[in-house]
T-cell receptor, first 113, second 113 residues
Framework: LAKTTQPISMDSYEGQEVNITCSHN???????ITWYQQFPSQGPRFIIQ?????VTNEVASLFIPADRKSSTLSLPRVSLSDTAVYYC??????????????WGLGTSLAVNP | DAGVIQSPRHEVTEMGQEVTLRCKPI?????LFWYRQTMMRGLELLIY????????DSGMPEDRFSAKMPNASFSTLKIQPSEPRDSAVYFC???????????FGPGTRLTVT
């Protein structure tokens, strides 16, 4: 059964690039990875999603190597407001075209001045 | 759009009482998810629906929990009887077309004394 593993916490400083890696063994070609951000007292918020290689949007990049055993969320030039918990989510394709959702336990990112 | 709407926002009840949490997904979304979040257990997927049909309820903790989606614009999560260990923040989320990009509601903070 697939599972996801993320670091519990990370520290960074304003202006730095932050890379958070999620390990997810046993995922197939049609399984995709999504990352979420959560601030205290709020629900998680979608950041980025992808199947393979690299995806970039206005806030982050997602790197997925060829072996698909991990994915890396990259936050360029973080600010204090990026202090939050970041979750990876793997959506596994199952019978009947349904998906099994596997959430990571979250990485608490602290951005320091 | 108003986003995902959850009610009540806070609920305090005594052990043994029935609790009903309500969710209105974003109009037009065909997926609806119920989550529970605690410090100890993190974010847990309880159940999700596609077109009002339950797809995966493997996260529902026990028979005391039940979820229904009578139509595309309304869902309930019921706990009967409630126990102190059910105290948590319960989130509802919805998505369109695929399970990855979910939009979360503000959550219901449940306290069972």
């Amino acid at each position: 059964l697939a599972k996801t593993t993320q670091p519990i916490s990370m520290d960074s400083y304003e202006g730095q690039e932050v890379n958070i890696t999620c390990s997810h063994n046993n995922i197939a070609t049609n399984d995709y990875i999504t990352w979420y951000q959560q601030f205290p007292s709020q629900g998680p918020r979608f950041i980025i999603q992808g199947y393979k290689t690299k995806v970039t949007n206005e806030v982050a990049s997602l790197f997925i190597p060829a072996d698909r055993k991990s994915s890396t969320l990259s936050l360029p030039r973080v600010s204090l407001s990026d202090t939050a918990v970041y979750y990876c989510l793997v959506a596994l394709l199952r019978a009947g075209n349904n998906r099994k959702l596997i959430w990571g336990l979250g990485t608490s990112l602290a951005v320091n001045p | 759009d108003a986003g995902v709407i959850q009610s009540p926002r806070h609920e305090v009840t005594e052990m043994g009482q029935e609790v009903t949490l309500r969710c209105k997904p974003i109009s037009g979304h065909d997926y609806l998810f119920w989550y529970r979040q605690t410090m100890m257990r993190g974010l847990e997927l309880l159940i999700y629906f596609n077109n009002n049909v339950p797809i995966d309820d493997s996260g529902m903790p026990e028979d005391r929990f039940s979820a229904k989606m009578p139509n595309a614009s309304f869902s309930t999560l019921k706990i009967q009887p409630s126990e102190p260990r059910d105290s948590a923040v319960y989130f509802c989320a919805s998505s369109l077309g695929r399970v990855g990009e979910q939009y979360f509601g503000p959550g219901t903070r449940l306290t069972v004394t």
